[in-house]
């Protein structure tokens, strides 16, 4: 059972390309999630989805695309990457929004670098 | 405005010495808790969450957390802390603003280190 995938796990840009992250779960999950992790800031929502078709502007939204056209797969796209996008980047996902079923699985991690 | 802080940026322990880690949160309503810990190259691991009912929370790996609403605190405990609990640990409440759906809310996290 993988869980969460995420690819690529690490990835280095030329600030103004463009480049997509995908998440893939196989889990049956119908919420999905993009956070961002900066040092001594935590995890900040940058999109989420709450089944397939749709999706949200969270708390960092700028710069960020995202899309949700497969139940499973969630893609966060940055169309011209900048150096303040430099971060490391996590997808999680959950089954519903029922009290109590916050429990995200979480995948890896993807390692991106704008220079 | 919903939040969570984690006053600590780093907790260190020595291993067999009980350890907390502190969190206290501030949301409208009845507040959804949770930890999540992070191993070094590694994605977030749920520990324990508090949802209802009893305010003693027990989670994976022996850890627990206290539910304290009169001080908005939702501190994680060990009673003898290991060397392999060091980690970053986050405190998470849930987001209760409508348009967020479910996600959470994290703190900045707390880093743990347990001496041998």
């Known amino acids: 059972n993988a869980g969460v995938t995420q690819t690529p796990k690490f990835r280095v840009l030329k600030t103004g390309q463009s480049m997509t992250l995908l998440c893939a779960q196989d889990?049956?999950?119908?919420?999905m999630y993009w956070y961002r992790q900066d040092p001594g800031m935590g995890l900040r929502l940058i999109h989420y989805?709450?089944?397939?078709?749709?999706?949200a502007k969270g708390e960092v939204p700028d710069g960020y695309n995202v899309s949700r056209l497969k139940k499973q797969n969630f893609l966060l796209g940055l169309e011209s990457a900048a150096p303040s996008q430099t971060s490391v980047y996590f997808c999680?996902?959950?089954?519903?929004?029922?009290?109590?079923?916050?429990?995200?699985?979480f995948g890896a991690g993807s390692r991106l670098t704008v220079l | 405005a919903q939040s969570v802080a984690q006053p600590e940026d780093q907790v260190n322990v020595a291993e067999g010495n009980p350890l907390t880690v502190k969190c206290t949160y501030s949301?409208?309503?009845?507040?959804?808790l949770f930890w999540y810990v992070q191993y070094p190259n590694r994605g977030l691991q749920f520990l324990l969450k508090?949802?209802?009912?009893?305010?003693l929370v027990k989670g994976s790996y022996g850890f627990e957390a206290e539910f304290n609403k009169s001080q908005t605190s939702f501190h994680l405990k060990k009673p003898s802390a290991l060397v392999s609990d060091s980690a970053l640990y986050f405190c998470?409440?849930?987001?209760?603003?409508?348009?967020?759906?479910?996600?959470?809310?994290f703190g900045k996290g707390t880093t743990l280190s347990v001496s041998s």
């Open positions: 999680a996902s959950t089954l519903s929004g029922a009290p109590g079923a916050n429990v995200l699985t």
């Open positions: 889990m049956n999950h119908e919420y």
């Open positions: 989805s709450v089944g397939e078709g749709t999706t």
């Open positions: 949301v409208s309503g009845n507040p959804y």
């Open positions: 508090y949802i209802t009912g009893d305010n």
């Open positions: 998470a409440v849930r987001d209760m603003r409508n348009q967020a759906g479910t996600a959470l809310i």
